[in-house]
């Protein structure tokens, strides 16, 4: 992991612990430590939290090495659920998915921890990470679906990720197993 992007994290890591705020690994660095390694440029949590606690976050940042991503980030707090920030030193952007979805909390809850050096980091299960690019659907994503399938289909536990997007998807009306199961049934 290149040494910005790893200051990064465990800056973030720190300012969510000393908060006791719950948290998790998705995006890009997730879908690396669960076997397909890719480039990416920012991080992506998702944490346990309500909007007026990423609120309270974003009124906090003076004491942390992270600024708002820009002015009037409350408005995309609010309305998008995501606090997107800025590391002061490394420039590099946090995205802290606020998650407030039970699919959220209970994909908090099952993440593993991995330890990397001295940092020891949650990282939401493959199931999940399966379920969260397939809900997003945006051409990395797929990529990333077929990496991870391709890295872990045997370990994947095929019924419980379905069944998981099938129920999160007809929540939303959106054929997310659909997604994972084309992705399932390509050749290795």
């Known amino acids: 992991m290149e040494q910005g992007l790893w200051l990064t994290l465990v800056d973030a890591i720190a300012v ?33 939290a309500d909007i007026e606690q990423a609120l309270q ?21 609010s309305t998008s659920f995501i606090l997107p920030l800025r590391h002061r030193s490394t420039g590099i952007r946090v995205d802290l998915a606020i998650g407030m ?11 593993t921890p991995i330890a990397i050096g001295k940092a020891i980091i949650p990282v939401v299960s493959v199931e999940d990470l399966l379920v969260m690019k397939a809900l997003a659907g945006r051409p990395q994503d797929d990529q990333d679906i077929r990496g991870l399938v391709a890295t872990q ?11 998981l997007a099938d129920q999160l998807g007809s929540s939303i009306d959106m054929d ?8 399932r049934s390509r050749p290795a």
């Not at 430590?33 to 890719?38: A, D, F, I, T």
């Not at 976050?57 to 707090?77: I, K, M, N």
């Open 176 to 183: 997310i197993a659909g997604r994972l199961r084309a992705a």
């Open 57 to 77: 976050l974003a009124r906090e940042l003076s004491d942390t090495p992270f600024e708002p991503l820009f002015a009037g980030v409350e408005q995309v707090v």
């Open 16 to 48: 969510l612990e000393s908060r006791s705020i719950k948290f998790a690994l998705i995006g890009g660095l997730a879908v690396s430590l669960r076997g397909q390694p890719r480039m990416t440029f920012d991080v992506d949590l998702v944490i346990l």
């Open 153 to 163: 289909r045997d370990a994947i536990d095929w019924p419980r990720c379905l069944a």
């Open 101 to 111: 979805s039970g699919f959220e909390q209970e994909a908090v809850g099952r993440a």
